[in-house]
Nanobody, 120 residues
Framework: QVQLVESGGGSVQTGGSLRLSCVAS????????MAWFRQAPEKERVEVSV????????YTAASVEGRFFFSLDRTKKALYLAMTQLKPEDTAIYYC?????????????WGNGTLVTVSS
């Protein structure tokens, strides 16, 4: 079992920045994908950035490309999302997630989320 805990959310004004963190614990054996998702009010959860560990390949959603930057610290088993140039439409609960298989088949583990609120 894997546990994921997010932190770093908060309230900022348009144009501001935040850095989210996610710490993983438990048995990470077989985990090959780490990702950030978000769910805006009354919207479905969507991918923000997905990292394929085995292929050292990163996908970033077009809506945040150039503004959000993903990173992974393998020694600390920590996942980060540096968010800049924040917009009101970035307001959402942000979740970290992990999986053994391609994320198109669903993530195996989820954190409880951290809230990001961007005001205008």
């Amino acid at each position: 079992q894997v546990q994921l805990v997010e932190s770093g959310g908060g309230s900022v004004q348009t144009g501001g920045s935040l850095r989210l963190s996610c710490v993983a614990s438990g048995d990470m054996y077989g985990i090959d994908y780490m990702a950030w998702f978000r769910q805006a009010p009354e919207k479905e959860r969507v991918e923000v950035s997905v990292y394929w560990i085995g292929g050292d390949s990163l996908y970033t959603a077009a809506s945040v490309e150039g503004r959000f930057f993903f990173s992974l610290d393998r020694t600390k088993k920590a996942l980060y999302l540096a968010m800049t140039q924040l917009k009101p439409e970035d307001t959402a609960i942000y979740y970290c997630a992990a999986s053994k298989q391609d994320p198109q088949y669903g993530m195996d583990y989820w954190g409880n989320g951290t809230l990001v609120t961007v005001s205008s």
